[in-house]
Every structure is written in C-alpha cells, then in structure tokens.
C-alpha cells in the first residue's frame, strides 16, 4: 500500500518532522502544504491560534495531488493553542473517502487533549478513518 505525508510548518519545526519521518517510514511522497497568505509572527500567534481554536480553515496552495494513488495518509499537523493549525484543517477537508489517516500532532506541549476527538471525528465524517493518533512533542 502506498503512503504520502503531508505537513505544514511554519516555523520548521513540523517540517524537520515530517522530513525525518516519512523517510524512515518509507513513504512514497512528501508534500509541504502552503498557505497562499503568508502569515507573519504576529499573525500566526495572535490572530491565528483564535482560528485554529475555533477549527477555522485558511486558504493553501493547491495540492497536484491524486489521493486514489495512496492507501494511507500520514499527516504532520501543528498544533497552534492546542488545535490544529488553519491549514491543516484545509488538508482534512481534502482527505477521500476510504484512506487510512495517520495523525502526528507537533506542539511543544507534545498534548493535543483538547483537539484529538474533534480532529478524529472530522476524518471520520469524511469517510475515512484514523489508524494512529500520537502526540510529538517538538522544542
């Protein structure tokens, strides 16, 4: 079965992550999600952990993408005031019936408590289910 891994990083830190991870887990392909509007710091901690506690979703770059391909998909998704960040909220709404999701949430708490049944229960709603669900705690 085929897998790609998807992340989002702001600052990096998922990214390095994401990098380290997909390539000893051997997946076929990694992809950087992007939001069009880059954020500043104080956009992103501000303005953005209020949108990703309310599950708001931002606007990315589109993804070349033919999910049909991949059986199961691996998502590196940070976590901004304890939920996950606005993009990757866009990236959940993308996922197609029938796959497999892997949950990696990167904070530096390494704790999404407060975000893990809501996240799960969107991916659920699409048709899809999730396989793993691990908390990764970055500095």
């Not at 954020?39 to 952990?49: D, H, L």
């Not at 959940?92 to 990696?104: A, D, F, R, S, T």
Request: proline share 5%; hydrophobic share 35%; charged share 30%.
């Amino acid at each position: 079965m085929r897998k790609i891994a998807l992340y989002y990083s702001w600052d990096k830190r998922t990214k390095a992550i994401a990098e380290t991870k997909s390539k000893e887990w051997k997946a076929d392909l990694l992809v950087e999600v992007k939001e069009i509007k880059k954020r500043s710091k104080f956009n992103t901690v501000i303005p953005g952990i209020f949108e990703a506690i309310r599950g708001k979703k931002s606007e990315i770059e589109p993804l070349d993408i033919d999910f049909n391909q991949y059986g199961t998909i691996i998502i590196f998704m940070p976590l901004w005031g304890g939920h996950p960040a606005p993009a990757m909220n866009s990236v959940i709404e993308l996922i197609p019936k029938g796959k497999e999701v892997e949950l990696y949430m990167t904070s530096p708490k390494g704790n999404s408590m407060n975000s893990a049944d809501n996240t799960s229960n969107e991916i659920q709603k699409r048709g899809s289910w999730v396989t793993k669900y691990v908390d990764l705690k970055i500095v």
